[in-house]
């Protein structure tokens, strides 16, 4: 037994990629596609993407909602993890990141159950109807986290989860000395997401820190 996390060496990143992750092909060759690219880093990576999967399949999400699909990791493999009449909605600012998803949506057989909506997500998420989402995944702008957020709170339904990525920012959340814009956002919605009565949050040490909430009724 251990009561905390292992620091993982590469190798052990390695055995867990192996061993711990059965990656789609178009995964792979998605990763492949955008490692050379100059943001490759914002993409997740295979172990988190097969736990995403698992969180899609275990909740029965049939109703996503992403912020920030980047390249289009995060958004395929959840795609592949909802059932058929599943459906997905991505908020986005880039034409030339998700053109790069369009076609991993293409090659896995799930672009008929994505939409994508280009610009602020913000706007988008006015837009959008309260519980109408299962899940949403953030992953964006972070300085947006905590508008994102409460978007997300009113557009998930009771019962439902909000998993943030990069919530830990490489551990600079936990360096006082560390106060850059990325990290103060980061660390200002870490610490209301811990007082916050609405939800019940959990920061996992996953990639750079997921963070799942489960979204409480709202009458409790």
Sequence with gaps: MANRTLDLT????????RFGVREHPVLGRLRERTAPMEMANMQIGPDQGAFMA????????????EIGTFTGYSSTVMALAMPPDGRMLCCDVSREWTDIAREAWQEAGVADRIALRLGPAVETLATLEDASFDLAFIDADKPSYDAYYEGCLRAVRPGGLIMIDNTLWSGKVADPSENDEQ??????????????ERVDPVILPIGDGLTMVRIRDRGS
């Design 10 to 17: 590469d190798d052990v990143v390695a055995y867990v990629h």
């Design 54 to 65: 698992q969180i899609v399949r275990l909740l029965g999400a049939r109703h996503i909602l």
């Design 183 to 196: 990290v103060t956002a980061i660390r200002a919605l870490n610490e209301k997401i811990a007082a916050d």
